[in-house]
């Protein structure tokens, strides 16, 4: 079982940026992709972006593409999203997930241990 503790959150205006934190604990972090997902007012949850246990292999929601960035620390056990020009359809709560295997897709079914969400909101 694998520990997942999401950080760095907050209220932040349209066209500004954040970068939010994933520390994991329990589980050989380095073995399995991670991911970032996020659910809005009203709406289901939504990958946001994945990447492979060796940080190699990075992948986006297309809402996001070119204005989120995935990176992991291995030696840190923490996974990282930097979110620039924000928007406030970005408001969500964000969630870190382990995937089970080294892939790290969009698909809910391929995580099997999710953090407690941290809250985002963007204000126009």
């Known amino acids: 079982q694998a520990q997942l503790v999401e950080s760095g959150g907050g209220l932040v205006q349209a066209g500004g940026s954040l970068r939010l934190s994933c520390a994991a604990s329990g589980r050989a972090f380095s073995a399995y992709g991670m991911g970032w997902f996020r659910q809005g007012p009203g709406k289901e949850r939504e990958f946001v972006a994945g990447i492979r246990w060796s940080g190699g292999g990075t992948r986006y929601a297309d809402s996001v593409k070119g204005r989120f960035s995935i990176s992991r620390d291995n030696a840190k056990n923490t996974v990282y999203l930097q979110m620039n020009s924000l928007k406030p359809e970005d408001t969500a709560v964000y969630y870190c997930?382990?995937?089970?295997?080294?892939?790290?897709?969009?698909?809910?079914?391929?995580?099997?241990?999710w953090g407690q969400g941290t809250q985002v909101t963007v204000s126009s």
């Open positions: 997930a382990q995937s089970k295997s080294i892939d790290a897709g969009p698909i809910t079914a391929m995580y099997d241990q």
